[in-house]
C-alpha cells in the first residue's frame, strides 16, 4: 500500500454551546490521541506533519449566502470538535461519519454568517448521541463510507437565512464531471493560524472525473473510489481543516444542489493543486433518506 498523506478535516474548539466557545484556545484534531489511534500504523507518520489548513484561496460569503450551511460543535471526551454539516430538513443535518464517530452529541449552529456574534437569523440546536447515525460500513483506515446523518433535538425554524439544501433526485446517475462546483465552511484563514474562520467561507472549481483524481492522488485506490467526488485543487482553491462534513454544490435551476460532503484532503498541504475529496452524495442517496426524513424534500 502506497502511503498516501491525507488528513481528516476537522477542527477542535472547547465548548459544546457557540456563544460560550473561547475561540482562542481552538486548535486541529490533529493534535488529540483519540483521532491518531482510529488510523492505520501507515499512517501514523503524518502525525507530526503540517498541512495547510483553511479554504484555501477562497473568500468570505455574503451574508445568507449559504443558507443550507451548519456549523456543528461535537462534544468528545477529550474536548469539542469544529465540522460543517449541511441541512437537509426541519429535524435533520447531513455531515460526514468521521466527524460524529465517538461523539457523545453537541450543537448545531444554523444560520450563522459570524459565528462570533449573536445574529438574529442564528438558532443553536441541541443533538444527542441517540440522533447521530454513522454509515454501518464506515472505515476510518481507508475512509469508506464518510457519511452520518444527525437528528436535532428541536426542529429548525426556516427564515432567509436558513433553509435546507435540494439533493439529488434518486434517479440522477451523473458524475458532474466539469461542472463548477463550491464548496463552503468555517475552515481555518492560513497557513499560520491556530483560528478556524470566524465567518462562512467558499471556494469554486471544477468537479474532475474519477480517472484524474485517482491520476493526482498517485493511484490510491485504497482511498480514492468511485463512491467519492473530487473537487480540482488548481489554483491551491481548496477544502480543509474545519470544513469537514460540508457541503459540495453546484447550481442547478437557479439554485444549490448538494453533490458531496467534505471527506479528506492532502496533509502535504490543502493549496498544493491536489484534489480534495468528498463522499458522492448520489451514491448515498438511498442510505441518507432511510436516516433521515428528507423524503419530501428530494427533487
Known sequence: MKRIAVVFLIALVTA????????????????FDHYWARLPAELQYLRYSVPSARVTNGREANPGQFPYQVALVISFNQGSGLCGGSIISNDYILTAAHCVQGASGGTALVGAHNRLNNEPSQQS???????????PDYTAN?????????????????????????????????????????VSGFGRTSDDSPYTSAVVQ???????TFANCLDQWNNAMHVIQTQNICLSGYGGRSSCNGDSGGPLTVQE????????VVSFG????????????????????????ENSDVGEQVA
Open 142 to 182: 481507508t475512509i469508506r463510507n464518510d457519511v452520518a446523518t444527525i437528528r436535532l433535538t428541536n426542529s429548525i425554524v426556516f427564515n432567509d437565512r436558513v433553509q435546507p439544501i435540494r439533493l439529488p433526485s434518486p434517479t440522477d446517475a451523473r458524475t458532474f464531471s466539469g461542472r463548477i462546483a463550491t
Open 125 to 135: 440546536i441541541v443533538f444527542e448521541l441517540s440522533g447521530i447515525t454513522i454509515h
Open 16 to 31: 459544546a454551546i457557540a456563544s460560550d466557545i473561547d475561540w482562542s484556545k481552538v486548535r486541529p484534531i490533529e493534535e
Open 202 to 208: 467558499f471556494a469554486s472549481n471544477p468537479i474532475i
Open 266 to 289: 492532502s496533509s502535504a498541504g490543502c493549496a498544493i493543486g491536489r484534489p480534495s475529496v468528498y463522499a458522492r452524495v448520489t451514491h448515498f442517496l438511498d442510505w441518507i433518506l
Open 253 to 260: 435551476d437557479g439554485e444549490s444542489l448538494q453533490v458531496g
